[in-house]
């Protein structure tokens, strides 16, 4: 059975860090891509980020270029992403998600002082 | 970017009735790699039509897809209960994937 678990999600100060994991179970991982789509409160879903099967190609949403950083380990079956200045906007729900089709249950992440 | 637009923003239907979804693209959307979800409250999008109109496993099939370039359709030919929810499409053809903004699905 896949599965998708994450974990990381917390209160954080605007401009501070927080690192978000998410870990697959039941497939092959490092033959697939991964994404990361977050879902501010009671708004839609946005595209974060997305990285290949073998971590060679990398894209990120422009909200968000230059302040995340996705990653993965394959050995671990483990997807990441690190967040950095972090603002008031990127408070949301964050989820992975194996091409679309299999996601975890998500992360909050909250961003105030 | 390719910006999509979802109508209507809200629908009342009742069980049993058909409806039409709309998503239109800003520009053509690359080798139809349009897809489309369903939410429903506290839980994570599940995916429903890949590639314009293929069914994901398990999509039971009053749920079709249809539509080229820029203008895209998700039908549901005659609603079930567990129907109500959030509506969203997707286009994946583009190194910066979108979602539109959604439509939401009422029981009248």
């Known amino acids: 059975e896949v599965q998708v678990v994450q974990s990381g999600g917390g209160l954080v100060q605007p401009g501070g860090s927080l690192r978000l994991s998410c870990a697959a179970s039941g497939f092959t991982f490092s033959s697939y891509e991964m994404n990361w789509v977050r879902q501010a409160p009671g708004k839609g879903l946005e595209w974060v980020s997305y990285i290949s099967s073998s971590g060679d190609t990398i894209h990120y949403a422009d909200s968000v270029k230059g302040r995340f950083t996705i990653s993965r380990d394959n050995a671990k079956s483990s997807v990441y992403l690190q967040m950095s200045s972090l603002r008031a906007d990127d408070t949301a729900v964050y989820y992975c998600?194996?091409?679309?089709?299999?996601w975890g249950r998500g992360a909050l992440v909250t961003v105030s002082s | 970017e390719i910006v999509l637009t979802q109508s209507p923003g809200t629908l009342s239907l009742s069980p049993g009735e058909r409806v039409t979804l709309s998503c239109r693209a800003s520009?053509?959307?690359?080798?139809?790699?349009l897809a489309w979800y369903q939410q429903k409250s506290g839980q994570a999008p599940r995916l429903l039509i890949h590639g314009v109109s293929t069914r994901a496993i398990g999509i039971p099939d009053r749920f079709s897809g249809s539509g080229s370039g820029t203008d895209f359709t998700l039908t549901i030919s005659r609603l079930e209960p567990e129907d109500f929810a959030v509506y969203y499409c997707q286009q994946y053809g583009s190194t910066s994937i979108t979602f539109g903004q959604g439509t939401r699905l009422e029981i009248k």
């Open positions: 520009q053509s959307v690359s080798s139809g790699y």
């Open positions: 998600a194996r091409q679309f089709i299999y």
